[in-house]
């Protein structure tokens, strides 16, 4: 299993974020709200466009079955609101433009293959390494632990039971490790 890890280089995100921007809304949108919800992939792809109108997302996470309600920051409601304009409500926020292999529908979400695909194109294009669907989640953990410094916010945010299975998560201990060892010498 390959390991990947948060985009923690604020310029590289940006320079993600403008680079979908300018090849693909729906990508762009996609990424927001990925690094600014710190939602899995499984919950990000099934949302509908009544789920982001209001400032909250409401969701019942599909990993833990838990109830979660997420406020909707500036950036994000700037991009959603450009986005979804004249949308209806049932619409997926992130449809695919083929029918569904499986069911044959058209105008159904994208499957996280797809996602994959979407972000690791755009990484490759950019030189972004160890780049993954779930290097949303932790771009959004590692930028809000650097801020916050409130661990114990995070891991709830992420329900994890445990701090340090939290920074490792975010390679925030592999970070630290690798300065302490830069900073020793014999």
Not at 8 to 32: A, C, G, I, P
Not at 43 to 54: A, K, M, Y
């Amino acid at each position: 299993m390959k390991f990947v890890q948060p985009i923690r280089d604020t310029k590289q995100l940006q320079r993600l974020k403008n680079h979908l921007y300018q090849k693909n809304e729906r990508d762009y949108v996609f990424v927001m709200v990925g690094i600014n919800t710190g939602l899995r992939i499984s919950d990000i792809l099934p949302l509908q466009v009544g789920d982001v109108r209001g400032p909250y997302i409401n969701i019942v996470e599909k990993k833990t079955g838990k109830r979660k309600k997420i406020k909707i920051n500036a950036s994000l409601r700037e991009a959603l609101d450009h986005y979804i304009r004249g949308k209806p409500d049932t619409e997926y926020l992130f449809t695919g433009r083929s029918r569904k292999h499986k069911t044959g529908h058209i105008n159904e979400p994208i499957d996280t293959s797809m996602a994959y695909k979407i972000l690791k194109g755009a990484a490759n294009e950019l030189s972004i390494p160890e780049i993954g669907t779930h290097s949303l989640r932790k771009t959004f953990g590692y930028h809000f632990y650097q801020r916050e410094k409130d661990i114990a916010l995070l891991m709830d945010l992420f329900n994890h039971s445990d701090q340090n299975i939290t920074l490792r998560y975010l390679g925030i201990k592999q970070d630290t490790l690798d300065d302490a060892l830069d900073r020793f010498q014999l």
